[in-house]
């Protein structure tokens, strides 16, 4: 059974930084597109970032560009994104997910999910 498992969310100032992680339980972790989605209160979720397997092919949302940056640890089964310049329109609850190899922005795409870890930017 797949887990997925978010931490390092948190309270920020504006312009501060935070790193969130997914540790997932995935025997074949290398092998799979991870995700990072975020959904603010009344809003829909939003597409912040992908990796695939290899690590070689990155993907931004277009409010991120620029000032997230989205890796992994194939040993460590983990993905990782570092978020700086925060705003206070980042504020939402970040998920992270798992998907094929075909997987790149759309939540649709994505088999699993984590549970998600809370972001808020104070302005």
């Known amino acids: 059974q797949v887990q997925l498992v978010e931490s390092g969310g948190g309270l920020v100032q504006a312009g501060g930084s935070l790193r969130v992680s997914c540790a997932a339980s995935i025997r074949t972790f290398s092998t799979y597109t991870m995700g990072w989605f975020r959904q603010a209160p009344g809003k829909e979720r939003e597409f912040v970032a992908a990796?695939?397997?290899?690590?070689?092919?990155?993907y931004y949302g277009d409010s991120v560009k620029g000032r997230f940056t989205i890796s992994r640890d194939n040993a460590r089964n983990t993905v990782y994104l570092q978020m700086n310049s925060l705003k206070p329109e980042d504020t939402a609850v970040y998920y992270c997910?798992?998907?094929?190899?075909?997987?790149?922005?759309?939540?649709?795409?994505?088999?699993?999910w984590g549970r998600g870890t809370q972001v808020t930017v104070s302005s």
């Open positions: 997910a798992a998907g094929p190899a075909g997987a790149i922005n759309s939540a649709k795409q994505y088999d699993w």
């Open positions: 990796i695939k397997g290899s690590g070689g092919s990155i």
